[in-house]
């Protein structure tokens, strides 16, 4: 079993920053690939970014060049910077972690077996 918390999000204005945190736990070496999706009102969730063990990274379109996706091993964490945010970027952001087998990460939902709680991200124009 492995956990994830999420924290981090927050209510901003247009053009602001956040950084999202995820801490894992639990038996976090049976895993290999870590993302974060995130879904708005009346919409379906959606892959924002993903991150293998190898260090590769994908990113949806719409966030490629304003949002980082990292990790630090030492302390169990995986991170979500936020630049640049978007009214259209505000979304219940959920931290997820599985087992990948594509070459590069995912942002399919199904490759991902562990969920966090999520934590409201908020942007207003």
């Known amino acids: 079993q492995v956990h994830l918390v999420e924290s981090g999000g927050g209510s901003v204005q247009s053009g602001e920053s956040l950084r999202l945190s995820c801490a894992a736990s639990?038996?976090?070496?049976?895993?290999?690939?870590m993302g974060w999706f995130r879904q708005a009102p009346g919409k379906e969730r959606e892959g924002v970014a993903a991150?293998?063990?190898?260090?590769?990274?994908s990113y949806a379109d719409s966030v490629e060049g304003r949002f980082t996706i990292s990790r630090d091993n030492a302390k169990n964490t995986l991170y979500l910077q936020m630049n640049s945010l978007k009214p259209e970027d505000t979304a219940m952001y959920y931290c997820a972690a599985g087992r990948g087998g594509a070459y590069y990460p995912s942002l399919g939902e199904y490759e991902y077996n562990y969920w966090g709680q999520g934590t409201q991200v908020t942007v207003s124009s």
């Open positions: 991150i293998d063990d190898d260090g590769d990274t």
């Open positions: 639990g038996n976090i070496y049976s895993i290999d690939l």
